[in-house]
């Protein structure tokens, strides 16, 4: 009978054991579980931000192609509507027509003009700021 109670000690003990072991090795797996996920948390927050700064930049720079298309539409109508006046001018049949024509394109032309000097006093402001800051700075760097 020791034998067997023995043996039936010596299983209970192994089963307690290993029972003890696989709960041990649960939690020790719950908290590993528990780490890579924070570390897996973290990366997405990591990669969302890298996401959102390249979009923005993306934006940006989008933004001012935009921006500069625009400028090139502008100068796209204003061919388009001298190759009007030009047409019209070619077209034009009777005297009364050509004057009439005539007075228009040369209002189209004066318009130009006017927005030709406008982007000229645009850039020389502009670079009179440039020039200005660029003063500013050398005359803090000698100070």
Do not use: P, Y
């Not at 000690?9 to 924070?38: E, P």
């Not at 933004?63 to 019209?88: C, G, K, M, N, P």
């Amino acid at each position: 009978m020791s034998t067997v109670a023995d043996f039936a000690t010596a299983a209970i003990s192994a089963t307690a054991g290993v029972v003890g072991t696989l709960i041990i090795r649960r939690g020790q797996g719950r908290d590993t579980d528990r780490t890579v996920d924070a570390q897996l948390e973290e990366h997405r927050d990591g990669m969302m931000l890298d996401l959102l700064r390249a979009a923005r930049e993306e934006r940006a720079a989008m933004q001012a192609d935009l921006e500069r298309w625009r400028a090139i539409a502008a100068h796209l109508d204003d061919f388009d509507l001298a190759l009007s006046h030009i047409e019209a001018l070619l077209a034009a049949e009777t005297e009364n027509e050509r004057a009439s024509v005539a007075r228009s394109a040369h209002a189209f032309l004066g318009r130009i003009e006017v927005k030709r000097r406008a982007q000229q006093q645009v850039r020389a402001e502009a670079q009179l700021g440039v020039s200005v800051a660029g003063l500013n700075e050398q005359a803090k760097k000698g100070s």
